[in-house]
């Protein structure tokens, strides 16, 4: 029996670039995918929210000079990009899945209908979000939860290429040591670099909790999934 029956997976576009580092890196869609289809055959419903920081981010791309706006516009729509790569890799693993985008691509996807997902991921079908918020100034990461409160899911996956949080940068502090919990307000006070502010004060508000793990570990995602204490939560621990 899994703990969290039904969440959000925030994949960063970071991940599927593998090493490369830019774009996607095809067998690495291969094993993230085939984690996905590991994690839904235990019975738990899945929504991924993918991000498009592999292709352009547009806080980076406003430093060289083009306009904020255009340049997250770019950025979300990178995210269809790997969202329909996503779609592909899943249906080929006999994964049904559907994607749902925030900017209007009649052709490629669905446009949104929270009864219709919900239906979709109680079958057991694979939803994935593109074009985030559908706003500039936002991060997919809002997005992700967002979409975790809409649809009641227990809790926000923010898949990432790092075990977790850590009192200070383990990079450059050799003590640093690991969280396995952190209170909204103090990942908050931490300016943390792998969640954005805007997502983590909106989980706050919405009591959704985060859960920061590293998804490069295969077999991690299920071990989430199941509860096991893996990465950092994120919540309000006051409230429980
Ligand atoms: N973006 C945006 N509004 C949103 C979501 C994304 O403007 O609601 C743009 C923004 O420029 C962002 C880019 O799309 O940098 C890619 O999204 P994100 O940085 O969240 O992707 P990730 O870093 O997770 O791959």
Same mark, same amino acid.
């Given at each position: =029996?899994? #703990?969290?029956?039904?969440? /959000?997976?925030?994949?960063?576009? +970071?991940?599927?670039?593998?090493? &490369? ?6 067998? #690495? ?7 996905? &289809?590991?994690? /839904?055959? @235990?019975?738990?419903?899945?929504? %991924? ?10 806080? *980076? ?7 904020? &706006? ?5 950025? =979300? ?10 779609? *592909? ?8 899945? !559907? ?5 209007g691509l009649r052709n490629a996807l669905d446009t949104y209908d929270s009864k219709e997902v919900l239906s979709f991921l109680k079958e057991g079908r694979v939803t994935i979000f593109a074009g985030g918020t559908g706003n $500039? ?9 967002? !979409?975790?409160? +809409? ?8 898949? #990432? ?8 940068? $383990? ?20 300016? @943390? ?29 299920? &071990? ?7 990465? #950092?939560? %994120?919540?309000?621990?006051e409230a429980v």
């Amino acid at each position: =029996m899994n #703990t969290y029956r039904r969440f /959000l997976l925030k994949l960063s576009g +970071e991940l599927l670039s593998g090493e &490369k580092g830019f774009g996607i890196d095809w067998e #690495t869609l291969d094993w993230i995918t085939e984690e996905i &289809k590991e994690t /839904l055959n @235990l019975g738990c419903q899945i929504g %991924i929210v993918i991000g498009g920081g592999n292709f352009i981010r547009g806080i *980076d791309s406003a430093t060289h000079g083009i306009e904020r &706006k255009r340049a997250d516009y770019m950025g =979300m729509i990178a995210t269809y990009l790997n969202a329909i790569a996503i779609e *592909d890799f899943l249906e080929k693993k006999g994964v049904e899945s !559907k994607i749902y985008g925030s900017l209007g691509l009649r052709n490629a996807l669905d446009t949104y209908d929270s009864k219709e997902v919900l239906s979709f991921l109680k079958e057991g079908r694979v939803t994935i979000f593109a074009g985030g918020t559908g706003n $500039p100034y936002f991060s997919t990461d809002t997005a992700a939860v967002l !979409k975790a409160s +809409e649809l009641k899911a227990n809790a926000v996956f923010k898949a #990432t290429k790092v075990d977790g949080v850590f009192d200070k940068d $383990p990079a450059i502090h050799k003590d640093a040591k690991f969280l396995n919990q952190i209170s909204y307000l103090d990942a908050i006070k931490m300016r @943390l670099r792998v969640i954005d502010l805007t997502a983590l004060s909106l989980a706050m508000e919405l009591c959704i909790p985060i859960v920061v793990f590293n998804m490069k570990v295969r077999g991690n995602l299920k &071990k989430v999934a199941m509860g096991e204490p893996i990465g #950092t939560i %994120i919540r309000d621990w006051e409230a429980v």
